[in-house]
């Protein structure tokens, strides 16, 4: 019990930090709330757009910048590299490569042009020969031209029955910075006005794109502002006049406007890798319940995090109690019982055979002559010697036996269910096991032997008067010579 006191009043304690700050987060969350009703406002265009903004960019990076990062890689991809520069000798190569870039990268098509041959390649094979009169063509005697390393644009895709399709067209260079041809993948406009959707939906927000001149290039499937489509201009809207006259062009910020009485913010971010302006837009109306949505939540969180720490603490409380009777109970050398865990054995294994009227035998064992080997190899020899006989000790018992070190080199074990004659026989196979055994240490043999009293217990036996006994037994094989087993009776006459 006096182990047990400062584990429960720390538990207690923990308990009522817990509590405590528990109940100062709710406090706290309470006050916040009613007091930031006042500066919604400035919450909103300061730190709860932008955080939208940040987690909308992420998962363009993640969804539609993935196909720019497919494509960048398909540029510098050695194989396609050498493959030009040796002269596009096998075109089912290419043909295999392009069919893999598009079903290990889910893809929506896969293609290379090369500036040798004009030959354009795709996953399903050589669509054609491209032409500087054709006008279907003119997209790669662009690319082959500009100075960007990539463009994105909107071309029906010849290989997918003229779908509508965002293509990433990535210059190709070989490895002397010459341009060899032009690749990359593409996306339907339908994919990607279904992420747009995806982000509006989840976000609760207008999401749309928009160039640097200011033209809707990329909304959801019901349009841009008031139903805007693709190629509109901002200004040309009449809902987005009071925002153009403070915005003529599209810049990275924080706006508010207002349309037909409703306030709306805005945050404004530069996507590099699309050069287009991403547009995260609110209306005012629905601050509020926002507001109140982000307080349950919270809660909701400080709830599950509060409960999640309590059950965690008082787990490791648990486990640390443990550790700590294990401490309490086990020899640190031997990992055998100590006095304090042999106690609790035993006097459950005596009240056991008491009652069930079954016998019990103790053995009382002490190495011979320990000091001296100590005195000549050292403490470390010593424990050497009594880790390796502790488990020869063990490998000589069953399980349901009860062994432990008794202090320095003395050891017990209770015999379960095991009267005098066989726990003397046990006795001495374990004084012949520890005779003809030698313990290595740094070099050296060591040999040494052991004395065992043993004893059984009677009817009115107390673990004392049991193990008293076991000892006179032990100190009578001491005294008659050693390294030999005495059994001792009660009312027995010592020879």
Not at 86 to 110: F, I
């Amino acid at each position: 019990m006096p182990l047990r006191s400062p584990l429960y009043s720390q538990r207690s304690l923990v308990l009522t930090l817990v509590a405590l700050l528990g109940a100062g987060f709710l406090a706290t969350s309470l006050l916040s709330y009613f007091a930031s009703r006042e500066s919604i406002r400035d919450n909103i265009v300061n730190t709860e757009l932008p955080l939208t903004s940040d987690t909308v960019y992420s998962e363009i990076q993640k969804d539609l910048v993935r196909p720019i990062l497919i494509s960048s890689m398909m540029s510098r991809d050695t194989f396609m590299r050498d493959w030009v520069v040796n002269g596009e000798q096998n075109p089912e190569q290419m043909t295999r490569y392009l069919d893999e870039v598009m079903t290990h990268y889910g893809a929506y098509t896969a293609f290379f042009v090369s500036n040798a041959t004009l030959t354009y390649y795709h996953a399903k094979g050589v669509l054609k020969q491209v032409k500087v009169d054709e006008p279907r063509d003119t997209w790669y005697f662009r690319v082959r031209d500009m100075q960007d390393p990539y463009e994105i644009n909107v071309d029906p895709d010849l290989a997918n029955k003229d779908n509508l399709t965002f293509f990433i067209n990535y210059k190709v260079y070989d490895y002397h910075n010459r341009f060899i041809g032009a690749a990359g993948v593409g996306l339907t406009v339908d994919a990607v006005i279904k992420l747009i959707d995806k982000y509006q939906q989840r976000y609760q927000r207008s999401v749309y794109f928009v160039d640097t001149f200011g033209r809707l290039v990329l909304t959801g499937a019901e349009g841009g502002p008031e139903g805007a489509h693709i190629g509109q201009s901002l200004g040309e809207l009449e809902s987005m006049k009071s925002l153009v006259s403070q915005l003529p062009k599209p810049h990275s910020g924080s706006y508010e406007y207002s349309t037909q009485g409703q306030g709306h913010f805005l945050n404004v971010r530069f996507i590099p890798e699309l050069n287009w302006y991403l547009f995260v837009d609110k209306r005012e109306d629905g601050a509020l319940s926002e507001i109140r949505q982000s307080l349950y939540l919270n809660l909701l969180i400080c709830l599950l995090v509060t409960l999640i720490v309590l059950a965690l603490l008082n787990r490791v409380i648990k486990r640390f109690q443990a550790k700590i009777q294990a401490h309490a109970t086990l020899d640190s050398l031997t990992e055998l019982p100590n006095r304090r865990g042999f106690d609790i054995l035993a006097a459950q294994a005596l009240h056991e055979a008491q009652r069930e009227t079954k016998p019990l035998t103790a053995l009382l064992l002490d190495l011979d002559h320990f000091k001296a080997l100590n005195d000549t190899y050292g403490h470390m020899a010593g424990d050497q010697v009594l880790i390796g006989f502790a488990r020869d000790l063990q490998s000589c018992l069953r399980h349901a036996d009860i062994v432990c070190r008794w202090g320095g080199e003395e050891f017990i074990v209770l015999l379960k269910d095991t009267d005098g004659e066989t726990g003397q026989k046990i006795a001495e196979k374990i004084r012949q096991h520890v005779e003809q055994h030698k313990y290595a240490y740094d070099g050296h043999s060591l040999h040494l032997t052991v004395s065992i009293g043993a004893t059984t217990v009677q009817r009115d036996d107390t673990l004392h008067t049991l193990l008293s006994r076991a000892d006179h037994a032990m100190y009578r094989a001491k005294q008659t010579g050693r390294n030999r087993t005495c059994m001792e009776m009660p009312h027995s006459t010592y020879a």
